[in-house]
């Protein structure tokens, strides 16, 4: 499994975009980069996932960058209901759609 | 309609007892998961099944016992409580398989095991 870095903790403003970093640099091939979060004490949830190329949904962006090594998360004007532990996950190829979550970066979005 | 629903939400037992906690899916998913969350907040997968067969066992103690009587459903068993046994099981389903194992995942909203 590849093995993720991310910041333990990031503040936000309300309204303002939230740039989440992620650093896997030993992703396979093969794995795309996912992205989770979970709302206090709620199941995790989807966000968004990619393989090279930049991707945007009525969520978020991702931005992977060319090398794959590492990976940002974009909320483009966040409001306190994205206050959440974000995670990024690279997964796939072989893995049956296995997730192995790290510590994520817990996200505090202000007034 | 909630797309993956467990039962019970929370769970007090005492040390020994034997419990289940069930899952279902209602999105045609032919894979389904059962993750744990301590409490630390880590979480990690314990099994996955895929068309009602165990694809994934991630050195989990005998005493947990998934069972997946068809593709919408997979109960997760518990038999002599211990106390480390507490934390929130989650349930999760994907339509992964071997043609495409990238798919996202539905996860269920936790149930709350306490072991006194």
């Known amino acids: 499994d590849a093995k993720t870095t991310q910041p333990p903790s990031m503040d936000c403003a309300e309204g303002r975009a939230a740039n989440l970093p992620c650093n896997h640099s030993t992703i396979s091939g093969n794995e795309y980069v996912y992205w989770y979060r979970q709302i206090h004490s709620q199941g995790p949830q989807y966000i968004i996932h990619?393989?090279?190329n930049n991707e945007t949904n009525e969520m978020a962006s991702l931005i992977i960058t060319e090398d794959r090594k590492s990976s940002t998360l974009i909320l483009p004007h966040a409001t306190l209901r994205d206050t959440a532990v974000y995670y990024c996950i690279p997964s796939g190829g072989t893995s049956y759609g296995k997730l192995t979550f790290g510590q994520g970066t817990i996200l505090t979005v202000h007034p | 309609d909630t797309a993956v629903s467990q039962t019970p939400k929370y769970l007090v037992t005492q040390m020994g007892n034997d419990k289940s906690i069930k899952c279902e899916q209602n999105l045609g998913h032919d894979t389904m998961y059962w993750y744990k969350q301590d409490s630390k907040k880590f979480l990690k997968i314990m099994f996955s099944y895929n068309n009602k067969e165990l694809i994934i066992n991630e050195t989990v103690p005998n005493r947990f016992s998934p069972k997946s009587p068809d593709k919408a459903h997979l109960n997760l068993h518990i038999n002599s409580l211990e106390l480390g046994d507490s934390a929130v099981y989650f349930c999760a389903s994907t339509a992964a398989s071997w043609i495409d194992m990238n798919t996202e995942a539905f996860f269920g909203q936790g149930t709350r095991l306490t072991v006194v």
């Open positions: 990619g393989l090279k």
